[in-house]
């Protein structure tokens, strides 16, 4: 059986993990406001396997410890010195007072850690485009997109953060009774803006000039591409059972086409195996799990 440490890192050590990611295009993530960022190293049987980067927030009471960065050179495979690795950091942030600790995984991964008692709160499912070519996703055509005007872009803002918190929820992404979510509040705000900001895409998908659903994304350019990072995508409640999903990311694909977007990542909640499976069946892959487990 094998045993695990977790270290604090040492400050050269930290560094030079700092310097190779940002050599290699990858930069380590900047801690968000309000969190205490904590950088570890993990020790497998006497051997220095990798570190971690911990940010540990307040959140709705409770203390929450987000696993920003695992970077190991353990095989996704070794399930053992994995199942330690997992028990080590648990162990670490109880002792830290975090009740709540969440991360996200290679989906080779997500099987250990659900042995450990994790929960798949959302998967991230990707896809690379076909530059040039938005003959993908195209079961039909019945649906065309357009930008939402600014009355639909008011009435999205009212209506899409009660959606996220509900679906958040259920998926067990944040606490039933109130995370503050005041980064999301304050990107929910900025879509009301008139014009809203360049990066935000807000569509309207109609069917014969009827409006039949709604999609949010936001667009990052990186490594001088772009891409697209999928919030939300629905279809009014009048308008579903018609298989209308399939042809609105066709639509949505003939899109972004014309916009130059090189990969589309999608974030599905946990519990929506439909959508999970709509994805798939279009060509994408998951790209990761993101997974929450109470320590209380």
Same mark, same amino acid.
């Given at each position: ?38 950088? @570890? ?6 051997? +220095?396997? =990798?570190? /971690?980067?911990?940010?540990?927030? !307040?959140? $709705? &009471?409770? %203390? ?92 999205? @803002? ?6 996220? +918190?509900? =679906?958040? /929820?259920?998926?067990?992404?944040? !606490?039933? $009774? &109130?995370? %503050? ?116």
């Amino acid at each position: 059986m094998s045993t695990a440490r977790v270290d604090p890192m040492p400050g050269t050590e930290l560094d030079a993990w700092q310097a190779s990611g940002s050599a290699a295009g990858a930069p380590l993530p900047e801690a968000p406001e309000g969190a205490h960022r904590e950088a @570890v190293s993990l020790t497998v049987d006497g051997v +220095r396997v =990798g570190g /971690a980067l911990l940010d540990h927030t !307040d959140d $709705a &009471g409770r %203390r929450l410890c987000v696993v920003r960065v695992l970077q190991t050179s353990l095989p996704r495979d070794a399930t053992g010195p994995w199942a330690a690795v997992i028990a080590a950091l648990e162990s670490h942030v109880r002792a830290r007072g975090a009740t709540t600790l969440t991360t996200a995984v290679a989906p080779e991964l997500a099987g250990v850690f659900g042995d450990a008692g994790f929960r798949a709160t959302m998967t991230t499912v990707a896809k690379r485009l076909d530059p040039g070519s938005a003959t993908e996703l195209q079961e039909d055509r019945r649906v065309s997109v357009r930008p939402m005007d600014a009355d639909e872009r008011t009435r999205f @803002v009212a209506d899409v953060g009660e959606q996220l +918190r509900a =679906g958040m /929820a259920r998926a067990g992404v944040v !606490d039933v $009774a &109130g995370s %503050r979510l005041d980064e999301l509040e304050a990107r929910l705000a900025r879509l009301g803006d008139d014009p809203p900001p360049e990066d935000e895409l807000l569509i309207t998908g109609t069917v014969d000039g009827v409006a039949v659903g709604r999609a949010w994304a936001t667009l990052v350019e990186r490594d001088g591409a772009l891409d697209f990072y999928g919030n939300t995508i629905d279809l009014f409640p009048e308008h579903r059972g018609q298989r209308l999903t399939p042809s609105f990311l066709g639509a949505l694909r003939r899109h972004v086409d014309a916009l130059g977007v090189r990969d589309v990542h999608l974030r599905v909640y946990g519990h929506d195996a439909d959508a999970r499976r709509t994805f798939l069946e279009q060509g994408a892959g998951v790209a990761d799990v993101h997974l929450r487990k109470d320590l209380s």
